[in-house]
């Protein structure tokens, strides 16, 4: 998945846990935890792939299940140690909907090659050829864009679609979390 993708899922993710647990909207703050955690997996791996060649593709420390867990609990505890429990709870749910959403992303192959991209070092996948991390980025970029300009509209781009409809629905029953925070900051400050 794409960064903003991933950001989307993980919004989703956890707005509907903290509507079933809690019975409210999720505040901007762990909005914000759970967004940037849901990206944390390919900035761990892409980079040391692609541009370092420290892993053969870019599925390996951040996107395994195995080392998932072990950061979840971490972050958990270190949340609740400070008694931000709810923040711990965000990143978790953030860092984990990265791997599922990447996982939905594969299933087009099958439901085994989705989940082989979660199950390193178990699983290791072929290496990428990669042109390094700007190169790679570029060239995913251009396909991505080279889909949407010719509607050629997979099934993950449906996936990706109601995702965002439902997520984009879900923000404004929340009533905006992140924004609203942002209005009401920039209101104080200018009264």
């Known amino acids: 998945m794409w960064p903003w993708e991933s950001a989307i899922f993980a919004y989703l993710c956890y707005s509907i846990y903290v509507h079933v647990r809690h019975h409210e909207p999720p505040g901007g703050t762990a909005v914000v935890v759970a967004a940037v955690a849901s990206v944390v997996p390919d900035l761990i791996d892409k980079p040391l792939s692609w541009q370092y060649g420290v892993f053969r593709n870019g599925y390996a420390l951040g996107h395994s299940v195995f080392v998932s867990l072990l950061v979840v609990a971490v972050a958990h505890a ?78 993950y781009f449906a996936l990706v679609g109601v995702i965002s409809a439902c997520t984009l629905l879900l923000w404004a029953y929340d009533d905006f979390p992140v924004a609203r925070e942002l209005l009401t900051t920039v209101r104080r400050v200018v009264r």
């Open 78 to 155: 270190v949340a609740r140690r400070t008694s931000r429990p709810r923040l711990g709870l965000a990143f978790g749910l953030g860092f984990l909907s990265h791997n599922v959403g990447d996982a939905l992303e594969h299933m087009n192959d099958g439901i085994w090659y989705g989940v082989k991209h979660v199950l390193w070092p178990v699983v290791v996948l072929p290496p990428d050829e990669s042109p390094g991390f700007t190169g790679t980025v570029r060239q995913f970029l251009s396909e991505y864009r080279a889909h949407l300009v010719h509607h050629d509209f997979t099934s």
